[in-house]
Nanobody
Framework: QVQLVENGGGSVQAGGSLTLTCTSS?????????MGWFRQAPGEERKYVAG???????TYYTESVKGRFTISRDYKDTMSLEMNDLKTEDTAVYYC??????????????????WGQGTHVTVAS
């Protein structure tokens, strides 16, 4: 079973940037899986933010982050979420998520079935 580990969270001023990374622990990796990022703000449900197909060709972004966030993967068992022009409403715990095996389906949160422990992102005004 692939276990996911997020890194890169922290505190930043509005307008700033952060890059989150996701790697796997243990003997399994996620190079053959679609991957994604979710976030959960205080008092809210976890929401789908961005996804990337197992080939890296297809990507998805929720409307509120389009043009500011970029999801990528390098097939060395690392996936990243580059976040620019951060806003206070981006404050949340961000979770790396595992999608389907060799899947191009990344348009729905239902495409993902397991998550990491999360990393905190705080954007101050």
């Amino acid at each position: 079973q692939v276990q996911l580990v997020e890194n890169g969270g922290g505190s930043v001023q509005a307008g700033g940037s952060l890059t989150l990374t996701c790697t796997s622990s243990g003997s399994s990796n996620f190079n053959n899986y679609a991957m994604g990022w979710f976030r959960q703000a205080p008092g809210e449900e976890r929401k789908y933010v961005a996804g990337i197909s197992w080939t890296g060709i297809i990507t998805y972004y929720t409307e509120s982050v389009k043009g500011r966030f970029t999801i990528s993967r390098d097939y060395k068992d690392t996936m990243s979420l580059e976040m620019n022009d951060l806003k206070t409403e981006d404050t949340a715990v961000y979770y790396c998520a595992l999608g389907g095996f060799r899947s191009d389906s990344v348009y729905s949160p239902a495409d993902f079935q397991s998550w990491g422990q999360g990393t905190h992102v705080t954007v101050a005004s």
